[in-house]
């Protein structure tokens, strides 16, 4: 195949998201843990199952194999920093983990953001397609940002972007 996947699929909007988990330390604690991701997908109403997926060798993936949850957090527009922070080497995400507002969802304990939208998963299957892992979750808990105007964040030709409110409306 001569074009990469990649130079087709930038004209493919799609929002953005945190995703987070945690693994079971010895101390009997939890190691949270928190990646961006765009590769959401809503599966099934009923049940409600949504899929992430995650580069084979993906830590955060194995961290998802051993807790059974995960969250997302549909990022809002002002949430660029947080995304690319989150796209980027462990120490800083930590670091931002501890600096930025989240709080741990009541049915799975790993992380939510302050989002247009977040799902709380557990975990439901996964399976391996070519170098990636497709991680099926089943919501368990939902909910919309108390703004009803929170415009999404948008990922769209490798870059990072607002709707232009103003002409979608019209
Ligand atoms: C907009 C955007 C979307 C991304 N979506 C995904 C994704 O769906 N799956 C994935 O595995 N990595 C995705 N990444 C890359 C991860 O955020 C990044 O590689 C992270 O460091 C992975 O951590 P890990 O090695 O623990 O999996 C995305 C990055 C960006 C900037």
């Keep these: 195949m001569s074009e990469d996947l990649r ?4 004209y493919f909007a799609t929002g953005v998201c945190i995703a987070a988990t945690w693994r079971p330390t010895g101390a009997g604690e939890r190691r949270h843990n928190a990646i961006t ?3 959401l997908a809503s599966l099934s109403l009923d049940p409600a199952l949504v899929a992430l997926s995650l580069r084979e060798d993906s830590e955060f993936l194995a961290d998802v194999l ?5 969250t997302v ?8 920093d947080t995304a690319r922070t989150f796209a980027g080497r462990r120490p800083e995400r930590d670091r931002m983990l501890r600096e930025v507002r989240t709080h741990p969802g009541a049915g799975t304990g790993a992380l939510l953001f302050d989002a247009a939208g977040w ?10 397609v070519g170098d990636h892992v497709q991680v099926i979750g089943e919501a368990v808990a939902l909910g919309t ?3 009803p105007d929170t415009t999404p ?13 103003e002409s979608a409306a019209s």
């Design 37 to 39: 991701v765009n590769s």
């Design 153 to 165: 964040l948008i990922f769209l030709g490798g870059g990072f972007h607002r709707l232009d409110t």
């Design 145 to 147: 940002a108390a703004e």
């Design 7 to 10: 130079s087709v699929m930038r």
């Design 73 to 80: 957090s549909i990022l809002g527009a002002d949430a660029e």
């Design 119 to 128: 799902l709380e998963c557990r975990y439901y299957d996964h399976y391996t």
């Design 66 to 70: 051993l807790s059974g949850v995960f």
